[in-house]
């Protein structure tokens, strides 16, 4: 399976981005997606999943309200749209495959990067202030 992330970039606070991630070599349509961001010097987070479904999805408390995720099964794609960006959102973001078919988190779970077993090479986004 490989995933390719794409639609990082440079924006001012309060604007907009939209990140994309294609997966091939395997069955997208049955398994979660999820993205996650990195900043420089802290530990890979947790942004937001999706269900293998896409009846679900979950954010984390800092991007809820302003980031939506969704999918694409024909295309086997999975989108992050940012809004009203701030510069604490700068980081590299990630996309990533659950590692089992068929999930559905739970409503209080906050997904993990072990619950992920395939990952993209990252994007870049920075918010300018």
């Known amino acids: 399976v490989q995933l390719q992330a794409s639609g990082g970039g440079l924006v001012q606070a309060g604007g907009s981005l939209r990140l994309s991630c294609v997966v091939s070599?395997?069955?997208?349509?049955?398994?979660?997606m999820g993205w996650f961001r990195q900043a420089p010097g802290q530990e890979r987070e947790f942004v937001a999943a999706?269900?293998?479904?896409?009846?679900?999805?979950h954010y984390s408390d800092s991007v809820k309200g302003r980031f939506t995720i969704s999918r694409d099964n024909a295309k086997n794609t999975v989108h992050l749209q940012m809004n009203s960006l701030k510069p604490e959102d700068t980081a590299i973001y990630y996309c990533?495959?659950?590692?089992?078919?068929?999930?559905?988190?739970?409503?209080?779970?906050?997904?993990?990067?072990?619950?992920?077993?395939?990952w993209g090479q990252g994007t870049l986004v920075t918010v300018s202030s």
């Open positions: 990533a495959k659950d590692q089992a078919p068929y999930t559905e988190y739970s409503t209080k779970y906050s997904p993990s990067t072990t619950d992920f077993d395939s």
């Open positions: 070599g395997g069955t997208f349509r049955t398994y979660a």
């Open positions: 999706i269900s293998w479904s896409g009846s679900r999805t």
